[in-house]
């Protein structure tokens, strides 16, 4: 039945008529690989020439990469895991309080992806909040847990200064000045998907997440260190990002795809479920201001002889995030609705 959380607790023994793909649209887990080459940056590293390559390299050719020694301590990524693991486990009447499927509420607990839009379900539950500024959404956060909010405030003002360094090194990659986008996406917004994916009874029938590309500017991932799931789409072939300790997964969002004017992209990424365990991962999405307008960094597509254009049309973030709510996932990426002619 869509619209009903499927963190009951109880091990599902059947998967509902509802998640069941069709033949053309399952995951194929056995044609998966594993990416031997999948990058894997040192933040820490004090060569700022060869950072500033290594991340070329990554979001040019995966838009999606690992970083460690990104500063955010372990015991904060700890205590975030666990106090996620302790609110999915919470009784379904205490967490039916936060349910909603109406994807403009700023805090709310909701399943598969968009309920009201998709014909298919997806094996997901997931808490959405705004993390940023704290002030203004703390109070709509979950009192229970009560550490909940202590916890993901800490968090999530750390991963945003991560978001920050990552975006300065992504300037400097394209030749940009170092606070171009900054500069270019505003005051930044800050969402938090934490997702929690339950074993699954048929993993091969069914998916946590459809494929998709992320509508945001940047995503700092924090996945599960011991269950796999995310796959990324690289030349055709899927591939699994196993996870690594103590790292964080990034990946560039639609917005830095169109401000690069499609020289990094923004690659098309799914979970898959699994019979054994629960997964849980933690996105938190950096967002252009509401007002940002995105247009593709003039650098790099204005020739001299003045005849290129950029490859998408200007547009404000809040054009370009109602056109994404009012999708299913199982479309074309949402970028190509704002490409010029
Ligand atoms: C997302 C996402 C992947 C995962 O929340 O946008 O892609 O591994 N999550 O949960
Ligand atoms: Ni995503």
Redesign the pocket.
Same mark, same amino acid.
């Given at each position: 039945m869509a619209g009903k959380l499927i963190s009951t607790g109880l091990r599902h023994t059947t998967l509902p008529g509802n998640y069941v793909r069709p033949i053309s649209d399952r995951p194929r887990l056995s044609e998966v690989s594993q990416l031997e080459d999948f990058p894997l940056i040192d933040l820490s590293s004090t060569d700022r020439s060869v950072l500033v390559q290594q991340i070329h390299q990554a979001c040019a050719r995966f838009g999606f990469f690992q970083v460690i020694n990104h500063g955010v301590s372990k015991q904060i990524i700890d205590e975030m895991v666990s106090v996620a693991h302790e609110f999915f486990s919470m009784s379904m009447e205490e967490k039916m309080k936060l349910y909603s499927d109406d994807p403009t509420k700023t805090t709310r607990l909701s399943t598969s992806f968009n309920v009201k839009k998709e014909e298919v379900n997806n094996w997901?539950d +997931?808490l959405r909040l705004h993390c940023h500024p704290i002030h203004k959404y703390v109070h709509e956060w979950p009192s229970n847990p009560p550490s909940f909010k202590e916890i993901v405030s800490k968090y999530s003002r750390e991963v945003r200064e991560v978001g920050f360094k990552i975006e300065e090194l992504i300037s400097e990659s394209l030749g940009l000045e170092k606070d171009y986008m900054k500069k270019v996406l505003g005051e930044q917004g800050q969402h938090m &998907?934490v /997702?929690y +994916?339950p074993p699954c009874p048929e993993p091969e029938l069914t998916y946590? @997440?459809p494929a #998709?590309t992320?509508p945001n500017a940047l995503?700092i @991932?924090l996945?599960d260190t011991t269950v796999c799931?995310?796959q990324i789409l690289i030349d055709g072939q899927w591939f699994a $990002?196993n996870p690594h300790p103590d790292a964080f $997964?990034i /990946?560039i969002g639609d917005q830095l795809q169109a401000l690069s004017n499609g020289v990094y992209k923004s690659v098309w #990424?799914? &979970?898959v479920t699994n019979t054994e365990n629960p997964?849980l991962?933690v &996105?938190s999405?950096l967002c252009p201001a509401d007002c940002a307008v995105m247009s593709p960094a003039k650098p790099l597509w204005k020739a001299e002889d003045n005849e290129t254009k950029p490859i998408y049309r200007d547009f404000t973030y809040a054009e370009y995030y109602k056109k994404f709510w009012s999708r299913n996932l199982d479309q074309e990426h949402c970028l190509e609705n704002f490409r010029n002619n």
């Open positions: 997901r +997931y &998907a /997702n +994916y946590g @997440l #998709h992320d995503t @991932l996945q799931g995310l $990002v $997964v /990946n #990424h799914r &979970a997964r991962s &996105a999405f």
